[in-house]
């Protein structure tokens, strides 16, 4: 455990913008975290000294408030079995989802801890630590076969409750038709713990044919029958009935953050020099993607505060690049390993938006069914790329690439998925052929570098940074 009291004072201060009463507060809950999750003096100096300030823009108050957001939620996580001993409802999520439904659940149960916290691990950890390492190794002890590429989250969640930090929930609920290896690992846990772990796979056919709506009403109506037959058996083990005054005060507030976010996207894409980072932007897009515990008490105002910082930035010409530097957007901007966006800076490049994070404009239109709370939560997951066949988030992409206008796209850090890999390596052909961006892959995972260095991807990076200045230089 990290014992320095004055050094986790000086990382929540000058790294994660935590002052004055919150700090007196939140600091013994703090040092109480980094013995449970197991972080050590030596894992805070190195991120004071070196890691955080290599990799986050942490001269924007904003960013640092953003960072204050994952430190209490790594703290609620680690706080799970207290939460659960206290008579508690622990309700885990697990990506992909649109998560509505779960911050339903937080509005009907505020006492309820409701978030995903093998994300929450993995990312805090190794985005601003660089030390999810030692879990995904010992995920691979417990039978996570190395060889075959299993995804980081299913390790993490596999470690982290064998480590003892995590309660076993009170039920999970896991959208297994799209990851087809995490209901199997839940079963893995309770077979090789031995201890009751509840959880229901959500299921939908991925069965449209390409290019045609998923969110047409026959569709919608399905996954509403399946949303309920979840969500009733939810009820049954967590006491949570979801109401329609919950749904739309979780709405309300999730299409007010997703707005901000978008407005963040743009302001920074559109920008010349690019202010920030796509790092950034990808984390700020976390608590619009899966669910939070407490999301809107620090993400939301940290939004805020960084767009007014960003827009006085815009207005004094400073940048994370020179002027007229090329830009380029990412399938999914390789957030927990940071130090991709911090190579192509070094090259001359900013990363900017995510095509998976950034919402299209059907997702931040009103639902068609505001008096319907179980087809209004079917419409909100078939409105998500990843709830789409290839051919209709094809669409979402384009729209994404034409309004945020980069020089390139960078697909790829997705060797851990058998399905996604594959699938973003067709959709770059489509998408190019039709924007006329040119569009790059990077065979690498954006959860995990343990197999890959810096010196590994310096020089792919290197050549994408030539053509997209080769590209500028013969356009005029």
Sequence with gaps: MSANIELNRKLLEDMAEIHGEELEDFLPKWMEATEIVGLS???IKYAIEYWIPAHWDIKFKGIRMMISGFFHE?????FTKKTKAEGKNVIYGLIPSVPLAYYAMRETDPDAYIAFPDLILVNTINSFFHNAGPFLNYA??????YGCRHCPLNKMRMSAFAKGILAAPTVMWSWGFNCDEAPKTDEMIQCIINENWNALACRA??????????????????????LKEDLDKIEELTGIKLTDEALRKAQSKLQRYAFKYGQLVSTVSKADPVPLGGNALTQFAMPYAVGFNNAFNYFEPAIDVLLKELRSEIKAGSGIVPKGAPKVGS????FCVPW???IFRENGVATTFSLTMTPSKSQLSPTAYPDDMYLNLAEAWLRFP???????????????VEANKPDGMIM?????DRWLGAHQKMAADLVEKRTGVPHFYIESDFWDDRDYSEEALRTRIESIAQMLYMKKEMEG
Excluded: W
């Design 340 to 342: 991709v966006d911090r």
């Design 331 to 334: 399938y999914f901007v390789p």
């Design 412 to 416: 790829g850090f997705f060797d851990f």
């Design 41 to 43: 003096d030596d894992d």
């Design 386 to 400: 990843l709830g789409q066949n290839m051919g209709y988030e094809v669409e979402s992409m384009v729209e994404k």
């Design 74 to 78: 790594l703290v609620d996580c680690a």
């Design 140 to 145: 691979e002890e417990l039978g996570f076969t």
């Design 205 to 226: 056919p991925h069965d449209t044919k390409f290019g045609f709506a998923d969110d047409n009403p026959e569709r919608i109506q399905y996954v509403a029958k399946t």
